[in-house]
């Protein structure tokens, strides 16, 4: 998620928001009696024999379910990222079931201007160079928006792993800490290079995050699984939170000791979709640009290509040099984009690219420890209803999910991108409880 993180800094600043917060506890009990109004701090997890089906439609037996309702909002960390975003609000609403194995949970919220490509390559005629449209809005200095980001529709949820972190009861979101890009610092200098991070308050703490970004893993229906930990702590980060990332796939284990460099601990590395870029010597000896890796020479109106497309025998071609004037050299030929206007972008704050333009990203599924979800959803035109499902106990050895057998309550918050890769809205103090007959 780029979303919540560690830096005592941060805590402090992020502290001013949270005293406006309904502090939430953990009763840590099982339900007995229907509740018989729906809520908007709790989600009630009723116990089902008959499990909804995960295809992005609700099921008759979701009206048996209570609901959480309530509205996200894009808050102010103070640091600019989020300028142009503060106080866009969301309306959801969460249902949630079980049965012996599985936790299924139903998602909806308003969103009447889906995503669909993500920062799509696109050709600068001007500079000669193949550019990415952004992924947030673009504002002129006087605060005028001057182009819509094309970024990413999301959905996010952190939990607290094994009651390792005595923070998240009461603050949930905020129990990590988030560093953006760009900040600024103690000395007041707007610092760049940090992104988004977050890491734990201790050696011993996790965090589980679950990240549905709706344009890249429903295409694999599935989701996102990664996890939070410390990072190393502030030995490996500087005062305000230096480039410490304590967000990690599943299956990523640190070495020892901690350290901001992770190794894989899996032989089947966790993958999904994977960037859409190369970097090449303009004329093959000059500077280094960023280009596309591959393309479909002349193909329209491609928000992603699948992996299939690279393999042998695939539509895609591997780009292999890249000229001065951003001609691009492919297995097979040449592609000049000076020459069509479908590779550049359309002007107007809402313009988009033409329909040549080049996708982001090649979709690819997640493998092992991240592939813990089935997830599903569609875009109803004024916003998205999904479903997913997870094992109530994944058995993780590497305790990076949060496990749901024991039934307790536990404390979670949530956040909703609107095409956009950082800028997210928050509901923190939420709570999850199961209902057992």
């Not at 916003?383 to 993780?396: A, D, I, P, Q």
Request: aromatic share 10%; with cysteine; charged share 20%.
């Amino acid at each position: 998620m780029k979303l919540f993180k560690k830096s005592y800094a941060l805590v402090a600043l992020m502290s001013a928001s949270v005293l406006t917060l309904t502090y939430c506890t953990k009763d840590n009990q099982v339900l007995t009696t229907t509740p018989t109004t729906n809520s908007s701090t709790d989600l009630v997890a009723l116990l089902t024999t008959t499990p909804p089906a995960i295809d992005g439609t609700i099921d008759a037996i979701w009206e048996n379910a209570t609901k959480l309702t309530g509205q996200t909002e894009v808050p102010n960390p103070g640091n600019g990222l989020f300028a142009g975003y503060i106080g866009d609000k969301y309306t959801y609403t969460l249902r949630a079931m079980y049965d012996a194995q599985y936790i299924y949970f139903l998602a909806e919220w308003n969103d009447p201007t889906q995503g669909t490509a993500v920062q799509p390559w696109y050709f600068d005629p001007a500079k000669k160079r193949w550019a990415q449209e952004a992924n947030s809005r673009q504002f002129d200095v006087n605060g005028v928006l001057t182009r819509e980001g094309i970024g990413q529709d999301q959905l996010a949820m952190l939990w607290d792993i094994d009651n390792s972190t005595p923070k998240f009861t009461g603050q949930t979101c905020y129990a990590s800490c988030h560093l953006f890009n760009s900040y600024r610092n103690y000395a007041g200098v707007m610092v760049a290079n940090k992104s988004g991070n977050h890491y734990t308050n201790g050696a011993n703490e996790k965090i589980d995050m679950w990240w549905l970004h709706l344009q890249k893993d429903l295409l694999t229906n599935q989701m996102d699984d990664q996890y939070q930990d410390w990072a190393g702590g502030p030995a490996t980060t500087d005062t305000v939170g230096g480039a410490g990332n304590g967000r990690h796939a599943d299956d990523l284990v640190p070495p020892t000791p901690y350290s901001t460099s992770y190794k894989n601990n899996n032989t089947d590395p966790s993958n999904g979709p994977i960037n859409n870029r190369v970097s090449l010597k303009l004329d093959g000896d000059g500077a280094s640009v960023n280009v596309p890796a591959w393309i479909i020479p002349d193909a329209t109106n491609k928000a992603y290509y699948d992996v299939a497309d690279t393999l042998p025998g695939g539509a895609a071609r591997k780009v292999t040099g890249v000229s001065s004037d951003g001609v691009l050299t492919y297995d097979g030929g040449t592609l000049d984009p000076s020459t069509d206007g479908e590779y550049l972008q359309k002007p107007g704050v809402n313009g988009g690219v033409g329909t040549k333009c080049i996708p982001s990203f090649i979709a690819v599924q997640y493998t092992a420890g991240r592939a813990d979800f089935t997830a599903k959803g569609t875009h109803t035109g004024s916003g998205w209803v999904v479903e997913f499902k997870r094992l109530l106990n994944t058995n993780s050895s590497l305790k990076q999910d949060i496990n749901f057998e024991s039934l307790q309550d536990q404390p979670f918050g949530m956040a909703i991108f609107n095409n956009s890769n950082n800028q997210h809205s928050i509901k923190p103090n939420l709570v999850l409880k199961f209902k057992k007959d």
